[in-house]
Protein backbone atom coordinates (compact mmCIF):
# COMPACT_ATOMS: atom_id res chain seq x y z
CA UNK A 1 0.00 0.00 0.00
CA UNK A 2 1.19 3.78 -1.11
CA UNK A 3 1.08 6.22 1.93
CA UNK A 4 -1.31 7.86 -0.68
CA UNK A 5 -3.64 5.42 -0.19
CA UNK A 6 -3.22 5.49 3.80
CA UNK A 7 -3.89 9.05 3.63
CA UNK A 8 -6.85 8.83 1.54
CA UNK A 9 -8.39 5.98 3.81
CA UNK A 10 -7.62 8.32 7.35
CA UNK A 11 -8.82 11.32 5.29
CA UNK A 12 -5.84 13.00 6.09
CA UNK A 13 -3.45 15.50 5.18
CA UNK A 14 -0.50 13.74 2.97
CA UNK A 15 2.98 15.60 3.75
CA UNK A 16 6.25 13.84 1.50
CA UNK A 17 6.16 11.04 -0.94
CA UNK A 18 2.72 10.06 -1.51
CA UNK A 19 4.13 6.51 -3.59
CA UNK A 20 6.08 5.73 -0.25
CA UNK A 21 5.58 2.05 0.00
CA UNK A 22 3.96 0.57 3.63
CA UNK A 23 4.74 -2.84 4.47
CA UNK A 24 3.35 -2.83 7.58
CA UNK A 25 2.65 -1.47 10.88
CA UNK A 26 4.79 -0.85 13.61
CA UNK A 27 5.16 0.89 17.34
CA UNK A 28 7.15 3.59 17.78
CA UNK A 29 9.14 1.83 20.39
CA UNK A 30 10.10 -1.04 17.87
CA UNK A 31 9.85 0.62 14.68
CA UNK A 32 10.33 -1.63 11.02
CA UNK A 33 11.88 -0.28 7.66
CA UNK A 34 8.80 0.89 5.39
CA UNK A 35 6.03 0.31 8.44
CA UNK A 36 3.63 2.98 9.37
CA UNK A 37 3.96 4.01 12.62
CA UNK A 38 1.20 6.12 14.55
CA UNK A 39 3.17 8.75 16.73
CA UNK A 40 1.14 10.85 19.31
CA UNK A 41 4.36 11.80 21.15
CA UNK A 42 6.76 14.21 19.16
CA UNK A 43 9.70 12.56 21.58
CA UNK A 44 8.73 9.34 19.27
CA UNK A 45 8.80 11.15 16.19
CA UNK A 46 12.82 12.34 17.14
CA UNK A 47 13.69 9.00 17.99
CA UNK A 48 12.65 7.87 14.60
CA UNK A 49 14.49 10.35 12.64
CA UNK A 50 16.61 8.98 10.01
CA UNK A 51 14.08 5.17 9.76
CA UNK A 52 12.77 4.79 6.55
CA UNK A 53 9.19 4.77 8.14
CA UNK A 54 6.53 6.78 7.54
CA UNK A 55 3.88 8.53 9.84
CA UNK A 56 0.40 9.38 11.16
CA UNK A 57 0.57 11.90 13.87
CA UNK A 58 -1.86 14.85 14.91
CA UNK A 59 0.57 17.70 13.93
CA UNK A 60 3.12 19.33 11.94
CA UNK A 61 6.58 17.41 12.21
CA UNK A 62 9.96 17.64 10.69
CA UNK A 63 9.64 14.16 9.39
CA UNK A 64 10.01 13.10 5.11
CA UNK A 65 6.93 11.13 4.99
CA UNK A 66 3.48 11.32 7.01
CA UNK A 67 -0.29 12.13 7.28
CA UNK A 68 -1.53 14.35 9.17
CA UNK A 69 -4.85 13.40 11.08
CA UNK A 70 -7.25 15.09 13.89
CA UNK A 71 -6.81 12.40 16.35
CA UNK A 72 -4.11 9.51 16.01
CA UNK A 73 -6.11 7.19 18.44
CA UNK A 74 -8.91 7.43 16.70
CA UNK A 75 -7.20 6.88 13.43
CA UNK A 76 -5.23 3.79 15.02
CA UNK A 77 -8.46 1.98 15.58
CA UNK A 78 -9.65 2.87 12.22
CA UNK A 79 -6.65 1.46 10.52
CA UNK A 80 -6.41 -1.97 12.65
CA UNK A 81 -10.23 -2.48 12.35
CA UNK A 82 -10.34 -2.04 8.57
CA UNK A 83 -6.57 -3.72 7.49
CA UNK A 84 -6.40 -6.32 10.45
CA UNK A 85 -9.70 -7.53 11.20
CA UNK A 86 -10.05 -10.07 13.98
CA UNK A 87 -11.11 -13.70 12.17
CA UNK A 88 -13.05 -16.24 13.88
CA UNK A 89 -14.07 -19.98 12.69
CA UNK A 90 -17.27 -21.33 12.06
CA UNK A 91 -19.44 -24.60 12.38
CA UNK A 92 -20.17 -26.60 15.11
CA UNK A 93 -17.94 -29.31 17.12
CA UNK A 94 -18.84 -32.69 17.07
CA UNK A 95 -17.49 -32.77 20.83
CA UNK A 96 -19.88 -29.80 21.82
CA UNK A 97 -22.58 -30.87 24.12
CA UNK A 98 -25.82 -28.99 22.78
CA UNK A 99 -29.32 -29.70 25.12
CA UNK A 100 -32.45 -30.00 23.26
CA UNK A 101 -34.91 -26.55 22.03
CA UNK A 102 -31.63 -24.77 21.36
CA UNK A 103 -31.65 -21.71 18.66
CA UNK A 104 -28.63 -21.55 16.79
CA UNK A 105 -28.46 -18.84 13.97
CA UNK A 106 -26.38 -18.65 10.66
CA UNK A 107 -22.49 -18.48 10.86
CA UNK A 108 -22.39 -20.13 14.49
CA UNK A 109 -19.21 -21.20 15.97
CA UNK A 110 -19.23 -23.55 18.58
CA UNK A 111 -16.08 -25.23 19.62
CA UNK A 112 -15.07 -28.20 21.24
CA UNK A 113 -15.90 -28.59 24.79
CA UNK A 114 -18.58 -26.44 24.59
CA UNK A 115 -21.97 -27.02 27.21
CA UNK A 116 -24.95 -25.11 25.35
CA UNK A 117 -28.02 -25.90 27.94
CA UNK A 118 -32.20 -26.22 27.00
CA UNK A 119 -33.50 -23.21 25.65
CA UNK A 120 -30.87 -21.15 24.62
CA UNK A 121 -30.53 -18.87 21.66
CA UNK A 122 -27.37 -17.93 19.83
CA UNK A 123 -28.52 -15.26 17.16
CA UNK A 124 -26.05 -14.94 13.46
CA UNK A 125 -22.68 -14.74 13.92
CA UNK A 126 -22.39 -16.22 17.65
CA UNK A 127 -18.77 -17.50 18.46
CA UNK A 128 -18.63 -19.44 21.22
CA UNK A 129 -14.63 -20.62 21.76
CA UNK A 130 -14.05 -24.52 23.70
CA UNK A 131 -14.91 -24.65 27.42
CA UNK A 132 -17.26 -22.21 27.25
CA UNK A 133 -20.91 -22.83 29.59
CA UNK A 134 -23.81 -21.31 28.64
CA UNK A 135 -26.96 -22.31 30.81
CA UNK A 136 -30.34 -23.16 30.13
CA UNK A 137 -32.80 -20.33 28.45
CA UNK A 138 -29.32 -17.97 28.09
CA UNK A 139 -30.02 -15.63 25.37
CA UNK A 140 -26.70 -14.20 22.84
CA UNK A 141 -27.00 -11.70 20.18
CA UNK A 142 -25.82 -11.47 16.71
CA UNK A 143 -22.13 -11.55 16.33
CA UNK A 144 -21.11 -11.60 20.38
CA UNK A 145 -18.02 -13.57 20.92
CA UNK A 146 -17.31 -15.75 24.03
CA UNK A 147 -13.35 -16.49 24.34
CA UNK A 148 -12.36 -19.75 25.96
CA UNK A 149 -13.71 -21.06 29.31
CA UNK A 150 -16.58 -18.12 29.48
CA UNK A 151 -19.30 -19.50 32.19
CA UNK A 152 -23.05 -17.86 31.03
CA UNK A 153 -25.54 -18.66 34.01
CA UNK A 154 -29.15 -19.61 33.54
CA UNK A 155 -31.54 -17.23 32.34
CA UNK A 156 -28.79 -14.50 31.79
CA UNK A 157 -29.24 -12.14 28.03
CA UNK A 158 -26.13 -11.07 26.52
CA UNK A 159 -26.74 -8.53 23.80
CA UNK A 160 -25.28 -8.26 20.13
CA UNK A 161 -21.94 -7.13 19.79
CA UNK A 162 -20.77 -8.29 23.57
CA UNK A 163 -17.15 -9.64 23.62
CA UNK A 164 -16.63 -11.63 26.86
CA UNK A 165 -13.08 -12.76 27.70
CA UNK A 166 -11.82 -15.86 29.20
CA UNK A 167 -12.54 -17.01 32.55
CA UNK A 168 -15.57 -14.28 32.79
CA UNK A 169 -18.51 -15.28 34.81
CA UNK A 170 -22.23 -14.00 34.33
CA UNK A 171 -24.21 -14.62 36.57
CA UNK A 172 -23.36 -16.45 39.67
CA UNK A 173 -25.59 -15.80 43.03
CA UNK A 174 -24.42 -12.40 44.39
CA UNK A 175 -23.15 -12.57 47.78
CA UNK A 176 -26.21 -12.10 50.22
CA UNK A 177 -26.83 -13.68 53.42
CA UNK A 178 -29.12 -13.42 56.31
CA UNK A 179 -27.17 -12.97 59.25
CA UNK A 180 -29.08 -14.08 62.83
CA UNK A 181 -29.26 -16.23 65.12
CA UNK A 182 -30.15 -19.50 63.46
CA UNK A 183 -26.71 -18.26 61.66
CA UNK A 184 -25.72 -17.65 57.92
CA UNK A 185 -28.49 -17.92 56.12
CA UNK A 186 -28.48 -18.10 51.80
CA UNK A 187 -30.72 -15.90 50.08
CA UNK A 188 -31.37 -17.60 46.51
CA UNK A 189 -30.63 -15.16 44.02
CA UNK A 190 -33.84 -15.52 41.44
CA UNK A 191 -32.78 -12.10 39.41
CA UNK A 192 -30.42 -12.38 36.10
CA UNK A 193 -28.07 -10.69 34.29
CA UNK A 194 -28.39 -8.09 31.39
CA UNK A 195 -25.82 -7.22 28.93
CA UNK A 196 -26.22 -4.34 26.60
CA UNK A 197 -24.76 -4.30 23.19
CA UNK A 198 -21.05 -3.53 22.40
CA UNK A 199 -19.98 -4.26 26.00
CA UNK A 200 -16.99 -5.80 26.38
CA UNK A 201 -16.20 -7.43 29.18
CA UNK A 202 -12.42 -8.25 30.23
CA UNK A 203 -10.95 -11.68 31.42
CA UNK A 204 -11.64 -13.14 34.82
CA UNK A 205 -14.42 -10.63 35.53
CA UNK A 206 -17.00 -11.48 37.78
CA UNK A 207 -20.99 -10.03 37.13
CA UNK A 208 -23.29 -11.12 39.95
CA UNK A 209 -27.26 -11.84 39.33
CA UNK A 210 -29.73 -9.83 41.03
CA UNK A 211 -31.91 -11.11 44.21
CA UNK A 212 -35.02 -10.78 42.45
CA UNK A 213 -35.01 -8.49 39.29
CA UNK A 214 -31.72 -7.92 37.23
CA UNK A 215 -27.98 -6.75 37.49
CA UNK A 216 -27.87 -4.78 33.85
CA UNK A 217 -24.67 -3.34 31.94
CA UNK A 218 -25.27 -0.65 29.75
CA UNK A 219 -24.98 -0.22 26.20
CA UNK A 220 -21.36 0.21 24.79
CA UNK A 221 -19.46 -0.04 28.34
CA UNK A 222 -16.04 -1.48 28.61
CA UNK A 223 -14.55 -3.49 31.81
CA UNK A 224 -11.53 -4.62 32.32
CA UNK A 225 -9.77 -7.71 33.77
CA UNK A 226 -10.63 -8.70 37.32
CA UNK A 227 -13.57 -6.55 38.26
CA UNK A 228 -16.42 -7.18 40.27
CA UNK A 229 -19.93 -6.17 39.44
CA UNK A 230 -22.21 -6.79 42.50
CA UNK A 231 -26.45 -8.01 42.33
CA UNK A 232 -28.79 -5.60 41.67
CA UNK A 233 -26.44 -2.97 39.58
CA UNK A 234 -27.08 -1.32 37.42
CA UNK A 235 -23.95 0.29 35.49
CA UNK A 236 -24.98 2.75 32.91
CA UNK A 237 -24.02 3.05 28.92
CA UNK A 238 -20.49 4.12 28.44
CA UNK A 239 -18.84 3.21 31.47
CA UNK A 240 -15.64 2.35 31.67
CA UNK A 241 -14.39 0.02 34.76
CA UNK A 242 -10.28 -0.59 35.31
CA UNK A 243 -8.63 -3.54 36.42
CA UNK A 244 -9.79 -4.83 39.88
CA UNK A 245 -12.17 -2.40 40.23
CA UNK A 246 -15.21 -4.07 42.73
CA UNK A 247 -18.94 -2.44 42.32
CA UNK A 248 -20.78 -3.18 45.69
CA UNK A 249 -24.53 -4.24 45.20
CA UNK A 250 -27.30 -2.27 44.04
CA UNK A 251 -24.97 0.68 42.75
CA UNK A 252 -26.39 3.09 40.32
CA UNK A 253 -23.60 4.30 38.21
CA UNK A 254 -25.29 6.86 35.06
CA UNK A 255 -23.68 7.49 31.30
CA UNK A 256 -20.12 7.70 31.18
CA UNK A 257 -18.97 7.29 34.72
CA UNK A 258 -14.77 6.14 34.44
CA UNK A 259 -13.31 3.78 38.01
CA UNK A 260 -9.78 4.09 37.39
CA UNK A 261 -7.67 0.86 38.99
CA UNK A 262 -8.92 -0.62 42.35
CA UNK A 263 -11.55 1.77 43.43
CA UNK A 264 -14.25 0.58 45.24
CA UNK A 265 -17.71 1.13 45.88
CA UNK A 266 -20.18 0.69 48.53
CA UNK A 267 -23.86 -0.57 48.01
CA UNK A 268 -26.19 1.34 47.41
CA UNK A 269 -24.26 4.09 45.85
CA UNK A 270 -25.58 6.57 43.13
CA UNK A 271 -22.74 7.93 40.35
CA UNK A 272 -23.95 11.10 38.40
CA UNK A 273 -23.36 11.12 34.33
CA UNK A 274 -19.10 11.46 33.49
CA UNK A 275 -18.20 11.46 37.12
CA UNK A 276 -14.55 10.06 37.70
CA UNK A 277 -13.40 7.76 39.84
CA UNK A 278 -9.53 8.20 40.57
CA UNK A 279 -7.52 5.03 41.51
CA UNK A 280 -7.58 3.03 44.66
CA UNK A 281 -10.31 5.81 45.79
CA UNK A 282 -12.78 3.77 47.85
CA UNK A 283 -16.81 5.09 47.29
CA UNK A 284 -18.87 5.37 50.29
CA UNK A 285 -21.84 7.50 49.34
CA UNK A 286 -23.20 9.01 46.23
CA UNK A 287 -21.47 11.19 43.96
CA UNK A 288 -22.83 14.36 41.86
CA UNK A 289 -21.59 13.59 38.06
CA UNK A 290 -19.21 15.87 36.35
CA UNK A 291 -16.73 15.94 38.58
CA UNK A 292 -13.44 13.98 39.67
CA UNK A 293 -13.22 12.49 42.76
CA UNK A 294 -10.16 10.55 44.85
CA UNK A 295 -8.21 10.82 47.79
CA UNK A 296 -6.98 7.81 48.44
CA UNK A 297 -4.31 7.39 51.38
CA UNK A 298 -2.43 4.42 52.48
CA UNK A 299 -4.51 1.60 54.79
CA UNK A 300 -4.13 2.81 58.63
CA UNK A 301 -5.96 1.51 61.49
CA UNK A 302 -9.76 2.80 61.53
CA UNK A 303 -10.06 4.25 64.63
CA UNK A 304 -6.57 6.87 63.58
CA UNK A 305 -7.88 7.54 60.19
CA UNK A 306 -11.59 8.53 62.02
CA UNK A 307 -9.73 10.80 63.90
CA UNK A 308 -7.76 12.32 61.31
CA UNK A 309 -10.94 12.83 59.31
CA UNK A 310 -12.22 14.51 61.63
CA UNK A 311 -9.62 17.11 61.85
CA UNK A 312 -9.80 17.54 58.16
CA UNK A 313 -12.92 17.82 57.66
CA UNK A 314 -12.70 21.15 60.01
CA UNK A 315 -9.24 22.17 58.16
CA UNK A 316 -11.49 25.30 56.51
CA UNK A 317 -12.95 26.52 59.25
CA UNK A 318 -9.30 26.56 60.94
CA UNK A 319 -8.22 28.83 58.45
CA UNK A 320 -10.71 30.81 58.15
CA UNK A 321 -10.08 31.81 62.21
CA UNK A 322 -7.03 31.84 61.30
CA UNK A 323 -7.07 34.74 58.39
CA UNK A 324 -9.74 36.88 60.41
CA UNK A 325 -7.37 36.29 63.22
CA UNK A 326 -4.29 37.73 61.36
CA UNK A 327 -6.61 40.36 59.84
CA UNK A 328 -7.59 41.77 63.05
CA UNK A 329 -3.91 41.89 64.83
CA UNK A 330 -2.02 45.14 64.65
Not at 87 to 98: D, F, L, M, Q, V
Not at 213 to 228: M, P, W
Request: proline share 3%; with cysteine; hydrophobic share 40%.
Amino acid sequence: MKLLEVSYFLQGELKGDGNFEVSGLSSPENPTEGSLVFCQDKEHVEKLKGLKVALVVSQEVDFPNYVKVKNVRQALAKFLAHFYPERHPSGISEKAYIEEDVSIGKDVYIGPFVYVGRGAVLEDGVKVYPFCYIGDDVKIGKNSVLFSGVHIYTGCIIGKGVRIHSGSVIGADGFGYYVGQEGILKLNHIGKVVIEDFVEIGANSCIDRALIDETRVGRNTKIDNLVQVGHNCSIGEENILVAQVGVGGSVKTERGVVMAGQVGVADHVHIGDRAIISAKAGVSKSLEGGKVYGGAIPAMEWSKWKRIYAYLLKLPELFKEKRHEDKSSP
